[in-house]
Nanobody, 116 residues
């Protein structure tokens, strides 16, 4: 079973940037989609951005024009570049991999806090 490890979270001021990374233990080319979700206490986990194969992308309306998802199959890593961050982007961000055969796989999450 694939293991997904997120990194890159932290505290940033409004208007700042962060880049999240999701490193997979195996090849990500076998997953038909990779994505980033986020969750705040008391709310459902929501899709932030996803990327298919070869590289079709999908974004939540709230992050369009500010966030960019990308994947590097050679490094088995998916990235989320987050610019113009807002306090409402504060959440735990989770990496997700979707497999036709084994369903959804999740990372442990990384905290992103946007505050002055």
């Amino acid at each position: 079973q694939v293991q997904l490890v997120e990194s890159g979270g932290g505290l940033v001021q409004p208007g700042g940037s962060l880049r999240l990374s999701c490193a997979a233990s195996g090849s990500i080319s076998s997953y038909y989609a990779m994505g980033w979700y986020r969750q705040v206490p008391g709310k459902q986990r929501e899709l932030v951005a996803s990327i298919g194969s070869p590289a079709s992308t999908n974004y939540a309306d709230s992050v369009k024009g500010r966030f960019t998802i990308s994947r590097d199959n050679a490094k088995n890593t998916v990235y989320l570049q987050m610019n113009s961050l807002r306090p409402e982007d504060t959440a735990v961000y989770y990496c997700n991999a979707k497999s036709t055969f084994s369903g959804d796989h999740w990372g442990q999450g990384t905290q992103v806090t946007v505050s002055s």
